[in-house]
């Protein structure tokens, strides 16, 4: 008997999309920050500096805090967030649909 090719399931609508949120959004809550008090934060901040290679942080936090930023991997944004300057406070805010 041939062995079928293929994906079985290609064309079939997906099952419905769990929302999930980013080590960085966890974070932020573990630390109970509010959004304007993110750039000043040294405990985020040095988060940031240990996971900024393997974590999504959003690139004007890190600009701020003056970390470099690999262009490679640089997406300018997050489907799910979006980064608003505030005054002087940089606000970590859901994407408007």
């Given amino acids: 008997m041939t062995k079928k090719r293929g994906n079985p399931n290609w064309g079939k609508p997906l099952g419905p999309v769990t929302p999930t949120i980013t080590e960085f959004e966890r974070v932020v809550h573990k630390f109970k920050l ?26 004007l936090l890190l600009e701020a ?23 002087d406070n940089y606000c970590v805010r859901k994407q408007p649909y």
């Fill in 34 to 59: 509010q959004p304007n008090q993110l750039i000043r934060s040294t405990r985020l901040r040095d988060w940031a500096s240990r996971n900024k290679s393997s974590k999504y942080i959003p690139e």
């Fill in 65 to 87: 805090w003056g970390f470099e930023i690999e262009q490679e991997l640089s997406i300018r944004s997050h489907p799910a967030m979006f980064i608003a300057l505030d005054g």
